[in-house]
Structures are given as structure tokens and as C-alpha cells.
């Protein structure tokens, strides 16, 4: 069965510094990758998807996640952070049918200022 | 921006009630989702529903939940005589279709059984 596992917890970072956040998927034949956020008191966002074609995504907020099937990872990146990035980051796939997501633990940023 | 809603946005019960839980979907979209998340646990998926059967459910969907489109636009679940470890955060979501479409998610509905 598919599955993702998110490494970082908690991260801590402050304004302007870089961010990477791990996440490795279990292989199931079609790959589907999301990112999703969720912003203190808000609902879960879609930051971006993989499926097929350039593994380089680009989503909103200027964050992007690179696929590298020889790793199994789906790391999310962002160049520069924002105190308003700070949020509950989750990684997920679908199962072969589609029809569910299944998510990692999620990773809690903070970004001080 | 059309948006996933839910009602209410908190719901204390007492153990062995039953509870039915609210979800408006964005309203041109035919999937529909419950999901839940334990406080400090992972989001866990619960159940698909699609042209008006469940297209999928997890093994936590037990005999205990159901689910209903009872009109054209609410989407709800029911728990049928709640337990202490039901209460959760539960996300209603719904996409256009299946993955790779994304899904949207509501603001989720906190349930708390006593």
C-alpha cells in the first residue's frame, strides 16, 4: 500500500533562511505527490502536485518540491521563508485508485522574525 | 473562491450519542471525502463517495459511520453511537475528480465525546 513518511517534526527557522522538508513515498506503480498546508485556525491548502513530466513543481507562496524517483523523495523547498509561513506542512499520496489521500505526520514550521 | 464548508465547526457530545456531522462541497464537484485527524496524529482518510455510493473506505469506516448526500449540495457523516476515541478533527473534502485532481478541504469540524 502507498504510504509517505515526513523526517522533520518541527522545524525552527528564521525569516529569510531556506527550507527543505523531507518526504519519501512508498513506490505502488502511479505516482501522485501533493503538498499540502495548513496556516494556524485554516483549512488544509493546496500548495502543489506532482504527477508526471518536469519532476521540478513549481505551487503558490513561491514554493516548489523536486521528484527524484532514485531517492523516492518529494522534498518540499522554499528559498526564503516568511514568518507567514508558518504552518503545519503535509505530504501525501493516492492510493492506486485515486479515490483517498494518505498523508505523512506532518511537519510543523515556525519562522521567527 | 468557491469553498468546502462544514457545520457546526465544534460538536461536544456525550459517549454513546449519535452525532451527524455537516459538509457543503464546492458545488460543481462530483467527489466527495471525510477524513479525520486525532489530536497529534497523522489526517486519515475515512471514505470516498461518488454518484451517490461509497467508492472507498478505510478500515476505521466501520460499521459505526455512514454517509449521505441527502440533497444536491450537503454532504454529511454520521457516527452512529460515538466513543471516547472518535473524537478528532474531522476535514470534509471534494475534488472533480480523482487523483491526480486535487482535493479541497473544509475547515474541519472538532468533535468532542465525553
Known amino acids: 500500500a502507498q504510504s509517505v513518511s515526513q523526517h522533520n517534526h518541527h522545524v525552527i527557522l528564521s525569516e529569510a533562511a531556506s527550507l527543505e522538508l523531507g518526504c519519501n513515498y512508498s513506490?505502488?506503480?502511479?505516482?501522485?505527490l501533493f503538498w499540502y498546508v495548513q496556516y494556524p485556525g485554516q483549512h488544509l491548502q493546496l500548495l502543489l502536485k506532482?504527477?508526471?513530466?518536469?519532476?521540478l513543481v513549481k505551487g503558490i507562496k513561491g514554493f516548489e518540491a523536486e521528484f527524484i524517483k532514485s531517492k523516492f523523495s518529494f522534498n518540499l523547498r522554499k528559498p526564503s521563508v516568511q514568518w507567514s509561513d508558518t504552518a503545519e506542512y503535509f505530504c501525501?499520496?493516492?492510493?492506486?485508485?485515486?479515490?483517498?489521500?494518505?498523508f505523512g505526520k506532518g511537519t510543523t514550521l515556525s519562522v521567527s522574525s | 473562491e468557491p469553498e468546502v464548508t462544514q457545520t457546526p465547526s465544534h460538536q461536544v457530545t456525550q459517549m454513546g450519542q449519535e452525532v451527524i456531522l455537516r459538509c457543503v462541497p464546492i458545488?460543481?464537484?462530483?467527489?466527495f471525502y471525510w477524513y479525520r485527524q486525532i489530536l497529534g496524529q497523522k489526517v486519515e482518510f475515512l471514505v470516498s463517495?461518488?454518484?451517490?455510493?461509497?467508492?472507498?473506505k478505510s478500515e476505521i469506516f466501520d460499521d459505526q459511520f455512514s454517509v449521505e448526500r441527502p440533497d444536491g449540495s450537503n454532504f454529511t457523516l454520521k457516527i452512529r453511537s460515538t466513543k471516547l476515541e472518535d473524537s478528532a478533527m474531522y476535514f470534509c473534502?471534494?475534488?472533480?475528480?480523482?487523483?491526480?485532481?486535487?482535493?479541497?478541504f473544509g475547515p474541519g469540524t472538532r468533535l468532542t465525546v465525553l
Open positions: 473534502a471534494s475534488s472533480t475528480g480523482l487523483a491526480p485532481l486535487p482535493q479541497f
Open positions: 513506490y505502488g506503480g502511479t505516482v501522485n
Open positions: 506532482y504527477f508526471s513530466g518536469d519532476p
Open positions: 501525501a499520496t493516492a492510493n492506486q485508485a485515486g479515490t483517498a489521500l494518505i
Open positions: 458545488s460543481n464537484h462530483l467527489y
Open positions: 463517495f461518488y454518484n451517490n455510493e461509497i467508492s472507498e
